[in-house]
């Protein structure tokens, strides 16, 4: 596939005008310019800082994208529960939900595969059974729909705010208000696509929050998401100025030298698709969070 711009106003950065004009990051830019994918006036690109001039032809030949399919993977997971009908699972620090071109294996989606033969199909090849997800160092819980009509119960629980989530989080600063919201659109970073941020022409997002513990540097809060955009707790955390420690991609600090934000969904409440059972789980907080808390409240 071809893609070709003139470049109306100078001065402004190859990487940045494509991350600007398209669908892709920065960094992806920088691969397809390492990889001699993009021209300038009909040469190849050397760099993609390369500042262009009002009146430039940039043309990208985009690769051809490699087709995903999901495999069985033997990769130990932590079940919660399970019946005929769904499952939930306790999802560990540092495993990516599904499959992508970035990440084509060993994934939850693998791992679910591997553990049964009866998973929904309505979110495709690469996400079978996926109801939500959660980022990749993000822990804690998520359903997994095995039948259609289990998916389809569960996703709509979650677009009209009948299933409930909480998670709590370890945010740098000290939050003032004992509780609040946060009301903020959620959109493409126009200055980064990989990443989200509040932007006006965003998608309503609303989180609430409650403190839990003080530790002067640092609060401990528990956070309820009423909208489920992406990295909505970590976009909304940066705003108010209070990013998730760890989260080195939203300014979160990271003096305690963990893997990834010491964000852990810890409470998911549901109606069972098939018994209309009110069902709520929660999950411990894992040892490297706590480990971490433990160190604060010692002083």
Not at 258 to 285: C, D, K, W, Y
């Amino acid at each position: 596939m071809e893609l070709k711009f003139i470049v109306e106003e100078g001065g402004i950065r190859c990487d940045v005008f494509l991350a600007d004009n398209t669908e892709m990051t920065r960094s992806y830019v920088k691969k397809l310019v390492d990889e001699g994918f993009v021209f300038i006036n009909g040469k190849t690109a050397k760099k993609s800082g390369a500042i262009l001039e009002k009146g430039d032809e940039l043309r990208v030949d985009l690769p051809e994208v490699k087709e995903i399919s999901a495999r069985p993977q033997d990769i130990p997971i932590d079940i919660v529960y399970e019946d005929d009908y769904l499952l939930v699972i306790n999802k560990r620090q540092g495993l990516v939900t599904h499959p992508s071109q970035t990440t084509p294996d060993g994934t939850l989606v693998n791992a679910l595969m591997f553990h049964s033969e009866k998973l929904s199909s309505i979110n495709g090849e690469i996400r079978p059974g996926i109801v939500h997800r959660l980022d990749k160092n993000t822990s804690g819980l998520l359903v997994v729909a095995k039948t259609d009509a289990a998916h389809l119960s569960l996703s709509k629980q979650i677009e009209t705010k009948t299933a409930s989530r909480q998670y709590i989080a370890l945010v740098d600063g000290n939050i003032v208000e004992d509780e609040g919201k946060i009301e903020q659109p959620i959109g493409r970073n126009p200055k980064d696509r990989k990443t989200m941020a509040v932007v006006k022409e965003g998608r309503y997002a609303l989180t609430l929050y409650k403190v839990l513990e003080r530790f002067g540097k640092y609060t401990l809060v528990e956070y309820t998401l009423k909208t489920g955009r992406t990295h909505q707790i970590r976009v909304h955390s940066k705003f108010i100025h209070h990013p998730v420690v760890g989260d080195a991609e939203y300014g979160g600090s990271n003096v305690f030298g963990v893997n990834g934000q010491l964000l852990h969904a810890f409470r998911l409440t549901f109606t069972h698709p098939e018994t209309n059972e009110e069902m709520s789980f929660t999950a411990p907080i894992p040892d490297y969070f706590q480990k971490v808390l433990d160190r604060l409240r010692k002083g």
